[in-house]
């Protein structure tokens, strides 16, 4: 992992505020915690993603992650169409 690749994952991340995506996060022990929601905010380490209670009954949860972690494939993330 360079600096680069981190760069760009920022400038990926970042162009894509405000748009809805479908995440998958490594729980660790082969287990992955997948959800939806929205990118937020972004900050020079980590970016924010508000994730949508698919219940309706409680309010969402803003959760933070990494850029090293999308290097390193701990957090996946689709695109969602609008």
Not at 34 to 45: D, F, H, L, S, V
């Given at each position: 992992?360079?600096?680069?690749?981190?760069?760009?994952?920022?400038?990926?991340?970042?162009?894509?505020?405000?748009?809805?995506?479908?995440?998958?996060?490594?729980?660790?022990?082969?287990?992955?915690?997948?959800?939806?929601?929205?990118?937020?905010?972004?900050?020079?380490?980590?970016?924010?993603?508000?994730?949508?209670?698919?219940?309706?009954?409680?309010?969402?949860k803003t959760v933070?992650?990494?850029?090293?972690?999308?290097?390193?494939?701990?957090?996946?993330?689709?695109?969602?169409?609008?």
């Amino acid at each position: 992992m360079t600096q680069l690749d981190l760069q760009r994952v920022r400038q990926s991340i970042n162009q894509q505020i405000g748009n809805r995506i479908k995440i998958s996060a490594n729980r660790g022990r082969h287990k992955f915690e997948t959800a939806q929601g929205i990118i937020r905010e972004t900050y020079p380490n980590i970016f924010l993603v508000e994730i949508e209670d698919e219940s309706g009954k409680d309010q969402n949860k803003t959760v933070s992650f990494s850029y090293q972690d999308v290097i390193t494939k701990d957090v996946r993330m689709i695109l969602l169409e609008n």
